[in-house]
């Protein structure tokens, strides 16, 4: 009798065993982005959520849940569905091109060398005088956009009936980069010191602003034009105001992924 009671025991677990797989083969599964999952019944899938029904439930009411919740479906006869929400779905795909215009070239850790060719008006007094030079650049972005650059500078020139003279600048640009495609505008702060002379040497505080387009030509080339304005002093008086105008290229170093 003890024999055939354990036979009986074993026989009704295998059959609950049985009953068991079979429902658990007859559900959908819903695997949340969470790690949680849901033993359901999918009845729609939707642009925006999915309803369901549970499985230990199917008389009961029907749920839903946001499908930018929801990482993947598995269907009771084996198929999968990967979930893309709407939102995801209509994220425009950019090119290489469009990343490294407008994102790459301004990413914070990315170096800026290069100079311009400027021809600039100076006024002093009632005297004034125009010239050509070329001021090198050196700047890298500390966040998205934001750079900080130096801008040094040597000008020989005279003036008629005078010496030539040398004219030294160096000054700090703090520069606002705005990312527009493969055209960047950028407005750009100047302050730092001056020194002017032959014989006797005058030296001072530059301050001015400039503003222009950097324009992407390569991966990691642009052309820059630019408008620039400086107030220079000199000391006993001496000042000068400066107007230029200018052109020059840019190359980029960006940061190691």
Known sequence: M?????????????????????????????ILKDGNEINSKVLEVNLTD?????????EGPMYSVLKSEVFMIKYKNGTKDIITSLKEADQPIKTNQE????EILTKSGTLEIGGN?????????????????FNPFF????SKGFELGINPNF?????SGNPSTTQFNLYLAPTLNLSKG??????????????????????GFGFGGSAGVKIQVGNN????????????????????STISLSTGIRFFIFPKK
Do not use: C, H, W
């Open 2 to 30: 003890q024999l055939l009671y354990l036979n009986n025991m074993r026989y009704k677990s295998l059959i609950i065993s049985f009953l068991f797989i079979m429902s658990s083969k007859g559900q959908d599964l819903i």
């Open 50 to 58: 999915i309803k369901y029904k549970k499985f230990d439930n199917l």
């Open 99 to 102: 990343i490294s215009s407008s």
């Open 117 to 133: 060719f400027e021809f600039s008006s100076q006024s002093s007094g009632n005297s004034a005088l125009n010239m050509l030079n």
């Open 139 to 142: 700047g890298i972005m500390f």
């Open 155 to 159: 000008t020989n020139y005279s003036y």
């Open 182 to 203: 493969k055209t960047i505008p950028f407005v750009e702060i100047l302050m730092g010191i001056n020194s002017i002379g032959q014989n006797t040497t005058y030296s």
């Open 221 to 240: 080339v642009a052309l820059i034009n630019s408008i620039k304005y400086l107030s220079q002093s000199y000391g006993q008086g001496n000042n000068l």
